[in-house]
Each structure stands twice: as C-alpha cells, then as structure tokens.
C-alpha cells in the first residue's frame, strides 16, 4: 500500500514568519553583568537584524569568560547563548575553594575553641589561615563581586550585592583584625560564607539552563546535501547552501526534502508531523507543496525549489524559537527580592548602630566590632540556599516521578497555571494510525463507530441468496481481521501496520496471501482462499463501482462524521464484506489528565495542525475547554501568545518540532519524552513518561516547592530580624552582646534548620 491519498491532506506551510521586536532580557545573572557591562557595544539588535541561520553561532562561556567578563561575549544575545559555562564557572570555583578551606577552619582558633581541639604548630603555620582565606576571596567571591557590579549599577539590590557586602566586610575586619588588638578574625566565616554561596549558584545555574539547543536540533533536520537534477536529466550531489530558486531536486524514498518547493514529477507521501502537526502522512503528485525538512516516504519525488535557506518554513520556526527564548518575561526570585530589601536593613542597622555606640562610648574598636557584627549576621548564609536547596530537592523529586525539570523559573511559575495546553499528535494522542471501530456486512459496527445502523440484507452484485447467506455467515469481525491483516502483511504503511496491530490484540492469525499488488491512489490487491481480496478507501470503492451494503454506509458516515479514515475489505471485486475505522488513537492517560486539570481549576486546551473535523473529534471527546485546528507552526506562537496576551499563565505541552516555538513562547514550556529532540530542547520541563497526568503531578509539586521556599524565606528573613538587634546591642544593657564569630554560628544554625526543612519535600506524594 505505497499510496493513499484519502488519508491526509496537502497543505501548504507558509515561510513569512512575522518579526516581533520585543525588548530582551539577561536570562541570568552573568548575562545580566554582561548585558550591564559599562564598556558594552551597543544595545541589542532589532528583531528585524537579528535573524539567526540555520547554521547559527554558539557561544560557551567558559572560565575566562567569566574572570574578566569580555562585554562583547554575548553581544546582547544576538548569538545563540550556551549556559553551561555559568554552571562550570560555579562548579569548579566551589570545589577548589571548598578544598582551600578545609584547613582554614581545621587551623581556626575560634573552631578549635569550640571543638577543644589543638592544631599542630610548625613555622609558618599562623599564615595559613589568613594566606588561603585571601585565596579564596579572590578566586571564590570575585564572581559575587562582578555581578554585584551589574546590581549596584542597575540600582536593583540582590542577593549579589548583599552576599559581596557580607564577605568584603568578614575579608577587610579579619585582615584588620591580624594587626589590631582586642578583634579576632573569622576567616573561618568568610570562607565557608563562601563556599555555601557557591554552591548554592552551582545548583541554580544548573537549573536556570535554558534549552538553547533547540536551534541545534532544528539544523540537524536539514539535509546537508542534494541531488539536484542536471540539464541532462542526471542528478549531481551539491551542498544545500548551493540550491537556488528554480533548481529542481530529486527526492528518494526516506530522505528529507532539502528546500520548500513544489512537486514536478512523481507520486509519494511525505511526513510532515514534524512541521505541521498533521499526524497522517500528506500525499503529493505534481503541484502538490512540500517543506524542507520533511520526510519522503514512498515513491521518489522531483522538486522545483520555490525557497531555500532562510526563507524555508524550518528556517521561520528557527527564528520563532530564538524569538520565543529572547522574549521570556523575567521572573524575580524572592529570594533575591528579600535580598534586596535586607541590604537596605543591613546597611540602616549598621548605619544606627555605629551612631548609637559612638554616641554612648565614643570612637572605639569596639564599635567597629558592633557595626561588623551587625553586617556579618545580615551576611544571607540561609537566604542564600532557601531557594536553591528547595530547587534541587524539587529537581531529584521530579525525576522519580519522571518529571525532568530543565528550567526552575519554570517550575516556579507552574503553580499559577491556569490553562494548560495540549497538542493533539503524540500528546494527547500516540501519534500514530489504530483500528477504532470495525463493521461488517452481515451485522451491526463494533469498536468506537457505534453506529445503529441495521444489518446488510440487499443482495450482493453477482450473489444469489443461497450463496449470499453463506457469505453473511462466513464474514465475521474475526475473518475480516484475519483476511486484511494477511493481505497487509508486507506493506510498511502506517494502516497497514495499524491494521496488523489490530489483528493481533484480538488474538486473530493472518490468513494466508499472495499475489500481492500495490494499486497506486487506489490501495492493495491480493488473493486469499482463492478468491481476489481488496483493500483500500473510497477511491478503489469508486473505482470497482461497488455499492456499500447500508450497515457499512451507516458506519463510514459516522466515521467519516468524526474524522476518521475508512478502509474497506473487497471480495471478488464485487462485495464490501467489512469496513475499518482508524484514528490517531487518544491515549487512556489524557481522559484522567484532563479531568484532574479541570478538578484542580485549571483551563484545557487543544493545538493541532490537523483538520477541523478531526480536532473537534478528539476535543469533544476528552471534554476540552477549547481548541484551534489547521494550526501551523508560527500560528501555535501566536496562539499561545494571543492566551497571555488574556491574562492567562499558559503551559504548552507537546512533542515535535512544530511545538517548538509555542513551547518556547509558553510561561511553561512542558516536552513529551518521546517527542523529538527539538521539543525537548525547547522544553522548560520534560515528561519522560510521556504520561499527560504527569503535568498534574508537575503541578502539585510546583505548589509544595513554593511553600517550602516560603517557609525558608520567613526562616532565614526571621532570623535576620531576630539577630540583628542582638548584634547592634539592643541588650546590651543587661550584659547580652552578641560578638562576630557567635553570630556567625547563629548563622550558621539558622542554614541547617532552612536545610533539614528543604529535606521535607524529598517526602512528598505526588501520586495523582
């Protein structure tokens, strides 16, 4: 069965992508000390001069990268931007400082008074602490220190700003403290300050990467070369940057077509799921349209190129996508926000304190201690992990229930969804050709075309009653099965499989064929039992001028009714002995997903490129709110754009290339783990399951993470708020002043209660 046009439709995919220009946004915090760099070129281009190729440009940050941050790196986005540096950055610089600090806190006097305990003493050994915390402030805390820059000069204080004031206070008293009397140092502080603060930015730069490699996937769906047909009518291998309008190439059976163009010669049919979202392969003969990137499957195909590079229709979604990833809204963490806000506490307390204490003992050192004191306890060691903890405990929970979650923005914002939108093909569906109803003529339909239709009892062309009622009882569900999953035994088709699937979770042998013919346009021939058997759609009924028995033209109007294809088994040319329906089979997961949504007040949504029969189909039938059919790939951006734009939070679930740019577009973009590469790239969060309740559970989890994320912000804030009175000398007057270095272990209490709470979540029950 190499053809059958019935079973899809041509549309045509355009390739004017429309350019929004919007303004960018650093997508972390490096980025954002880039973008901030004051020795910046110019602003970031406009959407009309950044349209990135195919074969775009990918820039690493690497370690250089970030020890003296290079203002042209990212060139405000306008290259395609790869985080994984910033992770690196973070991790590396962790491990090394948390190595230098193992002996600045073991030679500690402050640690070693409090565990009792004696360093070992040999020449030299009193600059080790002070000679490696100096090592560490430099190497550790200079990426603080940078992006505190891009803080102060944006007049936006954050948890960089605050984390660089804490350590440069803690660096400047300790190495003051070694030439006066009456202070002690606390490297021991500074270090481990820092090298929490590291590892809190390792974790959540290895969360906030974002799917940058969507644009790589994309490329790889370009052929590198064709065969373009010659003034001879040979075919010569040529780069496809070398095609030109006008060129005409020859497409083989399972390559992809290399530009958008048009069909000059020869029958096939293409997969164009990946593009369009139509789940059943489109037939093409001469006129016919076709997109670069798609499949060919059948015949081969002779293509006049209509567009080629940047003007293909692969080429627009490309541009989509990095529009999509450039125009995501900035979301403020709270921890950041409640750094903000303590930085301008800290900075008041210490402010009063110093004016209260010279005011009642003068200018002393103890109250350079005071005002030291009261700057190291706002230093955020439990602001800094009360984010970051949640976030990879969150993450680990995730991917036992097979939730992957790529973006923690992302997973954040998913506990305000209130519309979730599905695509059809391979989401809500599997994405592939099933046997959803069968009819046969002697009785009434079975499966999901439950039609009413009475039995077939007109008299058969060439039947006499004897030999007809013989035939009424020989053709059953099971003989049907077994004839047509036999005379489909060889074919690669997606009915045909479809069919052979059917046969064998009925437990139905096939029966044995042969002389096997392909009718092009028409469907299959072979003989069974003797006897000629067809197999094929409308067309071939019309063409062997058969007349449908009533119970089959009940059951292919219904069908036909719910956008179902209908194949039909023909006896000796001459009876409709049985008819199939097939659909994109809608997954038993979606019916629960859908109903958990509503429950939760959640809107559903549908997006497909298939038809509008077919999608109003699978709409009514899972109960969704609404959906939008013949949808193309700039249309899903815009469709999704177009529910923001309402006021909606929008999530876009999907699994192909052509889901890409909504995805992308989506506050949370949710991939299918069986999709394509691209999708998944595009995805904040991935479904490894490809189970659709798993966005319920997504969403459940999203919801828990927030609240323990509460609970550590009014922890750690609390504290601070606790603390800091203590530290200015509030009590003073009753003997209680709290010095640095106990301030510090306070500190360093309030991160082990923030930890073991974050923990809790690690016990959460997201079964749904």
């Known amino acids: ?273 990946m593009i369009t979202g139509e789940s ?36 627009g979604i490309m541009r989509l996508v990095e529009e999509a990833q450039r125009s995501k809204s900035r979301t403020q963490l709270l921890a950041d926000r409640a750094a903000g806000w303590l930085f301008y506490v800290a900075l008041s307390v210490a402010g009063i304190t110093g004016v209260a204490w010279v005011v009642a003992s003068g200018l002393n050192i103890g109250v350079l201690e005071r005002v030291v004191t009261v700057l190291v306890v706002a230093c955020p060691h439990a602001l800094g992990l009360a984010v970051p903890l949640v976030v990879a405990i969150n993450t680990s929970t995730a991917a036992e229930n097979g939730i992957l979650v790529r973006d923690r923005i992302a997973m954040e914002e998913a506990r305000n969804l209130d519309t979730v939108m599905f695509d059809k093909t391979g989401t809500l569906t599997k994405g592939e050709q099933g046997v959803v109803g069968v009819s046969v003529a002697s009785g009434t339909p079975r499966g999901d075309a439950d039609s009413e239709a009475q039995s077939a009892t007109g008299r058969s062309h060439g039947a006499g009653p004897r030999e007809e009622a013989a035939d009424v009882r020989a053709w059953d569900e099971e003989r049907a099965f077994a004839v047509a999953a036999g005379v489909e035994g060889d074919s690669e088709h997606m009915i045909a499989r479809a069919i052979r699937t059917a046969a064998q979770e009925r437990g139905v042998q096939r029966a044995p064929a042969s002389n096997f013919e392909n009718l092009r346009g028409l469907g299959v021939r072979a003989t069974v039992d003797g006897d000629p058997v067809h197999l094929g759609g409308p067309n071939l009924v019309e063409k062997l001028d058969i007349e449908r028995p009533p119970a089959i033209t009940a059951f292919a109007d219904e069908a036909g009714a719910n956008a179902r294809t209908v194949v039909y088994l023909v006896r000796d040319e001459t009876d409709i002995v049985a008819a199939f329906a097939l659909a994109d089979v809608v997954r038993e997961e979606s019916y629960r997903a859908v109903e958990a949504l509503h429950a939760m007040g959640i809107e559903v949504a549908m997006l497909t490129g298939d038809s509008e029969d077919v999608a109003r189909a699978v709409a009514e039938e899972l109960g969704i709110d609404q959906y939008f059919a013949e949808v193309l790939p700039d249309e899903k951006d815009t469709k999704v754009k177009r529910l923001q734009s309402e006021g909606k939070l929008v999530a876009m679930v999907g699994d192909g290339v052509n889901d890409a740019p909504a995805l ?72 209680v002043l709290l010095s640095p270095a106990v301030g510090a272990v306070f500190m360093s209490l309030s991160t082990i209660i923030v930890a073991l709470n974050a923990r809790r979540l690690g016990g959460l029950d997201l079964t749904a």
């Open 280 to 315: 059943r392969p489109v037939g093409k003969e001469p006129g016919n349209p076709v997109v670069a990137g798609t499949v060919n499957q059948d015949g081969s195909l002779r293509v006049r190129v209509t567009e080629t590079g940047e003007e293909t229709a692969l080429a």
């Open 664 to 735: 992308t577009r989506a506050d949370v973009g949710i991939a299918i783990g069986s999709g394509t590469d691209v999708a998944i790239e595009a995805g904040d969060i991935v479904l490894v399951d490809n189970d659709p309740v798993d966005v319920v559970r997504l969403v459940r989890l999203s919801k828990a993470s927030y609240r323990k994320m509460q609970e550590n912000l009014v922890w750690a804030t609390g504290y601070n708020v606790f603390a800091l009175p203590l530290a200015a000398g509030v009590l003073a007057p009753v003997g």
């Open 1 to 273: 069965m190499d053809d059958h046009p019935e079973y899809g439709r041509s549309d045509s995919l355009e390739a004017d992508v429309p350019h929004r220009s919007e303004s960018t946004v650093p997508c972390c915090r490096i980025c954002q000390l880039d973008a901030n760099t004051e020795t910046r070129g110019p602003g970031p281009p406009s959407a009309e001069q950044h349209t990135p190729s195919p074969a775009h440009t990918e820039h690493v940050h690497g370690e250089s990268a970030h020890d003296a941050p290079d203002p042209d790196g990212h060139g405000g986005h306008g290259t395609h931007t790869d985080h994984s540096g910033h992770e690196r950055l973070f991790k590396r610089r962790f491990w090394v400082s948390l190595v230098l600090s193992i002996p600045v806190v073991f030679f500690s006097e402050f640690v070693q008074d409090v565990f009792g305990y004696t360093a070992p003493a040999f020449p030299g050994s009193v600059w080790i602490t002070p000679v490696l915390s100096v090592v560490v402030f430099a190497y550790g805390g200079v990426p603080f220190l940078s992006m505190a820059r891009a803080e102060l000069a944006n007049r936006e204080p954050g948890m960089m700003l605050l984390i660089s004031l804490a350590i440069t206070v803690a660096f400047g008293y300790s190495i003051a403290s070694l030439f006066l009397e009456g202070t002690t140092p606390f490297f021991w502080e500074l270090v481990t300050l820092i090298d929490i603060m590291l590892l809190g930015h390792w974790m959540e730069m290895r969360s906030v990467r974002q799917a940058s490699g969507a644009l790589d996937e994309l490329a790889t769906l370009m052929p590198d070369t064709a065969e373009r047909v010659t003034e001879g009518g040979d075919t010569e291998t040529v780069p496809v940057s070398d095609l030109s309008e006008g060129d005409v190439v020859l497409v083989r059976p399972g390559a992809s077509v290399p530009a958008d163009g048009t069909v000059v010669d020869g029958e096939s049919s293409v997969d164009e799921s």
